[in-house]
């Protein structure tokens, strides 16, 4: 599996700069469009100082000694292009290793580079080696394959981490959702039985005599179970037999007036 390129500094200037191969032109436009759209964030200086890493990431995925990646179906693809390999093996990479560029901008930049390759061995079209023309614009047309393979395989990665941000971001408003309307459940149930304790120690009052509501409160507090005098006030008994005394005022206002 070969997949070492003829990459050099000035070519792949060029094609940055929007010089594209006679041959297979549109195919080579179309992908480098789709790279600029994909490196629209970085500055011209970000870009080339990743030329040594791209070239070390090739490396790696050449020399390693698997060259299959898992498919759904437990069946096995060889991997033989350039972008294929690299997209089969970029999980294996630590985001130390992959440069200053997203992996979306690496493959972009890889576009610019088989851009680039075209732009190098075009030249050796014409300058009368024994090679025959045609079969230079075989490879020329493998490299134009090529450059659009690798930006379909950046577009593709931004994509999907657009689409795992986008669920994130469901998933999380409605995880927020849930537990919003559970604690407004909560709450309702709690009020509703701190209602009705209230309720109880209103007839509690009405039916003994007691030398004031304070007192009648402290005596109902102390007849009632753990967790029913933690419902009244987690603070101790001092703040539930106040609220006990509130909420015998308010229940006296509303009798009387009834």
Not at 71 to 82: A, G, S, V, W
Request: net charge positive.
């Amino acid at each position: 599996m070969k997949i070492d390129k003829i990459y050099n500094t000035e070519t792949i200037h060029a094609a940055y700069a929007g010089k594209m191969p006679k041959s297979c032109r549109h195919s080579f436009m179309v992908a480098a469009n789709r790279a600029q759209a994909l490196l629209k964030n970085r500055s011209e200086a970000e870009i080339f100082s990743q030329i040594d890493v791209l070239m070390w990431m090739l490396h790696e995925v050449r020399t390693s000694s698997n060259s299959t990646v898992d498919l759904p179906d437990n069946q096995k693809r060889i991997l033989t292009t350039t972008a294929s390999v690299l997209y089969g093996k970029k999980d294996d990479f630590k985001l130390d290793d992959v440069g200053n560029l997203s992996w979306p901008e690496n493959f972009a930049f890889l576009a610019l580079c088989n851009i680039a390759d075209a732009l190098f061995i075009e030249v050796f079209a014409h300058d009368g080696t024994e090679t025959s023309i045609s079969d230079y614009i075989s490879i020329i047309g493998d490299c134009a394959s090529a450059a659009v393979e690798a930006v379909c395989f950046g577009e593709r990665i931004l994509h999907e981490t657009k689409l795992v941000s986008g669920l994130d971001v469901h998933v999380k408003t409605k995880l927020k959702e849930q537990i919003s309307l559970r604690a407004s459940h909560a709450s309702i149930a709690r009020h509703s039985k701190v209602n009705a304790i209230k309720q109880r120690f209103f007839k509690y009052w009405r039916s003994g005599t007691f030398p004031s509501g304070a007192e009648a409160a402290r005596r109902f507090y102390d007849s009632l179970p753990a967790e029913q005098q933690k419902l009244l006030s987690k603070l101790g008994k001092d703040r539930a037999v106040r609220t006990l005394c509130s909420a015998l005022a308010e229940l006296k206002q509303t009798s009387d007036n009834v």
